[in-house]
């Protein structure tokens, strides 16, 4: 079967069983083809809430599905590749950031969305890289603890210097791996391109950026700018959606490695076997922890909307 006839018979099956499709825009181009919904993790968060269908299928990684079952508990939410996680997801438990509180319980726990929702029963807010520093400057304390992304946290420090922010080492070990070195070498070959990353990235290569945003951010920045050639330094798939999406504009990748194995783990064949029931896993969770995760999730949505 050719990829179209699959996309096809995808496309019959979601309506014939009610599912909603939310596909992150790190997914392949054929997936996002047949998605309901794509684009970042805030944005597929409001998706989730909004959505009215009895079934939704996340393209993506667990803490993802995990989100969109705590904001649509009555839904059924398959996760359509049950190995997808998110590394930095891992990073953190519950107990060690308890403990963390304990020590300094002035701290307002902000977590990065990219946390399990067992984590998030602990933390006071939740933000995604798009709406991190809204939230951030708009909460009523100035000490904040942020958790797991210390790349991100750092970002974040820079752009609201006016708050105690304390950091811990954890983040994301495909954007985190990027050295200055390899975005110098990417802007010696292009002189003539606009570098956009990902604050996921460390402070060194963030501080070479001429665009510094979430995955929707990025596209929607290379979109509108006038400027014709831009390096993208954030998984490798979003150099390619833009490519596609404006073929008068150049994109090149910071690097061949930035690719993100956990989010190319799900396929097209996954997807159609997801809605036939033959692969994918179901988000289950009891309703003390949706409830209990919910709370900084739906305070991410009040303050980032
Ligand atoms: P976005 O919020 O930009 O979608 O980021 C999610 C993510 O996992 C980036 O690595
Ligand atoms: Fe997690 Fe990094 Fe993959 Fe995003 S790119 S899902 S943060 S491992």
């Known amino acids: 079967m050719n990829i179209k006839e699959l996309q096809e018979k995808i496309l019959r099956l979601k309506k014939e069983t009610d599912t909603v499709i939310l596909a992150h825009s790190y997914q392949a181009r054929e997936i996002v083809e047949i998605a309901d919904f794509t684009g970042d993790s805030y944005k597929l968060s409001v998706d989730a809430k909004n959505t009215t269908s009895k079934n939704i299928l996340f393209c993506g990684v667990r803490f993802m599905a995990e989100t969109a079952k705590i904001l649509s508990p009555d839904k059924r939410v398959i996760l359509s590749h049950k190995d997808a996680g998110c590394p930095m997801a891992e990073q953190m438990d519950a107990e060690m950031i308890s403990a963390v509180k304990a020590s300094d319980p002035e701290r307002v726990v902000v977590a990065y969305v990219n946390t399990t929702a067992e984590l998030k029963t602990v933390c006071d807010v939740c933000v995604t890289s798009s709406s991190a520093l809204k939230i951030v400057r708009a909460l009523d304390s100035d000490k904040i603890l942020f958790i797991p992304d ?67 951010g990025i596209m929607e920045y290379a ?58 896993e179901e988000i289950i969770m009891d309703d003390a922890l949706i409830a209990a995760a919910r709370k900084c999730i739906d305070e991410m949505i009040r303050l980032g909307g």
């Open 150 to 216: 210390c790349n991100l946290g750092d970002y974040i420090r820079r752009n609201v210097p006016e708050k105690d922010i304390k950091l811990l080492q954890g983040g994301c070990p495909t954007h985190a791996a990027v050295t200055p070195k390899e975005a110098l070498a990417a802007k010696n070959e292009h002189p003539d391109a606009l570098l956009l990353v990902h604050p996921e990235c460390v402070p060194g290569v963030v501080e070479l950026a001429d665009y510094v945003g979430s995955t929707s």
């Open 223 to 280: 979109k509108k700018s006038d400027a014709k050639e831009f390096i993208i330094g954030t998984e490798n798939s979003i150099s390619e959606h833009l490519q596609y999406d404006c073929p008068d504009k150049m994109f090149y990748p910071l690097t061949k490695n930035l690719v993100c194995r956990n989010m190319k783990l799900t396929t097209l064949p996954d997807v159609y076997n997801a809605l036939t029931g033959r692969s994918g």
